[in-house]
């Protein structure tokens, strides 16, 4: 059997941690090999082993049969194998066409040929399915269209093996299945796929084979056509797990949040929140459901103070407030789990101990007269990392260096440990595995239990279905309808987020 890409019995550690440990992985011509694993398994370690980032500490790699040495990312390109990375290396302020051939410029008479340069990526952009402007500004394109460009990157490069890091974490359900034909396409021109994910659906839907690596270590490779979502799972996390969220009914108390007519302008001053009514009481958690774009992001801003708002009230236990400073509404029992991590979770060149408090580090015992007390920080980060399972070598390890779910995991320790009255979770889940998504779901249950009030932000149809108690569609900036999970489908909750009046949806039950 020829393999394109086999890599036999790597090992690579970090200051002592074993990051792959013996790990083997063989690629066949013309097929879509997945690579599953928990986040923090050593999936992204093992590719940027293969792409030149890093430098293995014992293994072989083999490429069409021949062992090579890749000690940087020119001789894996030069090797026909390219990387589409999970957090896009993309200057914002640069066309498509400048981006794709950063570094790989053709010159006529000692000048950058772009008009040459364009119609390459044109043609490629064409041929691939990938409808990319060449001009569009990197800044003025969605997500999903950054993706493509990354995707171009590759291909202008000639890489025959692409690598795809979580390709599908930021992007929107319909975004995911254009990607998804993307693949079919590269393929069918003779290409190979390495895709890095946890998403056991999608791996059943495009993978021919699945590598599942644990905690390091190769478990070992299934074909998926024999396999279920079940057996994937329990190989990668070592254990049964649960996909349907068990709790009991909720009991839902007093008011906690009371939004009324709120009105929240986006970035560009375009009307983003109009005139929304929300409630969410304690002992229950609300699920806001909708289509990207339609004022969540805005709506969470707002009410955590990230955002001004131009009119309306927000109300939390009885006490206004709309348009207080971020710290005011936190100390007025707000927690926020924020979407994206990394921009406002986490201060990544920070020890992880040290995210742990920075809600609280100007209160004692973390503080006093404004000198910080790392001794009681880092007591309070140990303590925190254990009850929340937070995967790190030590609580000095940089936020940047924990894979996505350990930082997600140590972003909810430090909110949940505050004891707020109302709990924001926007994205909570995005581009985690099913065992961290199972401990996050527990977590939102246990805090709803508590008596405490959650709102819960998600793009994903089954968590939206499966955790909340109440779903309130947004649309447009408003909340258009409010159904019980137990009396909607997912068919007709999609309908209502794309602006369907509930006559056209089916009639769900109010709440």
């Keep these: 059997m020829e393999y394109v890409i086999e890599m036999l019995n790597i090992r690579k550690e970090f200051s002592g941690f074993v990051a792959n440990d013996n790990i083997t992985l063989q690629v066949k011509k013309g097929e879509i090999h997945a690579l599953l694993g928990e986040n923090g398994a050593g999936k992204s370690t093992l590719m940027n082993v293969l792409f030149g980032l890093y430098q293995p500490e014992q293994g072989e790699i083999r490429v069409k049969g021949k062992p090579v040495k890749i000690t940087n990312p020119n001789i894996a390109n030069d090797l026909g194998i390219g990387m589409v990375h999970q957090h896009f290396m993309l200057v914002d302020v640069f066309t498509v066409t400048e981006n794709i051939i950063l570094g790989k410029e053709t010159t006529k008479g000692g000048r950058i040929d772009l008009k040459r340069a364009e119609k390459e990526v044109r043609d490629i952009s064409e041929r691939y399915g990938l409808s990319v402007d060449p001009k569009a500004k990197i800044a003025d394109i969605s997500v999903g269209m950054q993706q493509r460009v990354e995707i171009l990157k590759t291909l202008y490069r000639g890489a025959e093996i692409l690598i795809f890091d979580e390709p599908t974490a930021v992007l929107t359900p319909q975004e995911i299945k254009e990607l998804i034909q993307i693949m079919r396409t590269l393929i069918k021109e003779g290409k190979s796929i390495i895709l890095i994910t946890h998403k056991l659906k999608e791996i059943l839907e495009v993978c021919d084979r699945c590598t599942v690596i644990r905690k390091g270590k190769g478990i070992g490779t299934v074909n998926v056509s024999e396999t279920n979502q079940n057996e994937l799972a329990s190989l990668m996390v070592g254990r049964e797990v649960v996909f349907k969220t068990e709790k009991k009914q909720a009991e839902p108390k007093q008011e906690v949040l009371n939004i009324n007519d709120l009105v929240v302008k986006d970035s560009r001053g375009v009307m983003a929140v109009n005139g929304l009514d929300l409630q969410v009481r304690a002992g229950e958690i609300v699920g806001i459901a909708g289509i990207d774009g339609n004022g969540q992001s805005e709506l969470i801003e707002a009410i955590t103070g990230l955002r001004k708002s131009e009119s309306g009230s927000v109300m939390v236990n009885g006490k206004e407030l709309h348009n207080l400073a971020p710290r005011k509404i936190a100390e007025s029992g707000v927690g926020h789990i924020p ?173």
């Design 339 to 511: 979407q994206d991590r990394h921009k406002h979770g986490l201060v990544l060149n920070y020890p992880i101990g040290e995210n742990m408090v920075l809600q609280t580090y100007y209160k004692p015992p973390f503080s006093k007269r404004g000198i910080l007390n790392f001794t009681e920080i880092y007591n309070k980060a140990r303590k925190l990392i254990t009850e929340f399972d937070v995967r790190t070598p030590s609580e000095y390890t940089l936020a940047r260096a924990l894979s996505g779910g350990n930082q997600q995991k140590a972003i909810i320790g430090r909110e949940v440990d505050r004891d707020p009255d109302l709990l924001i979770a926007a994205q909570p889940t995005r581009g985690l595995d099913v065992g961290a998504i199972e401990f996050i779901h527990k977590r939102l249950i246990e805090q709803r239990d508590h008596g405490k009030a959650v709102l819960l932000v998600s793009f994903e149809l089954d968590e939206i279905m499966n955790v909340s108690d109440r779903i309130a569609v947004i649309y447009e900036g408003k909340i258009v309808a409010v159904v019980d999970p137990k009396q909607t489908t997912e068919q007709e909750l999609g309908l209502l987020m794309a602006g369907s009046s509930r006559k056209e949806a089916g009639e769900g039950t109010d709440v």
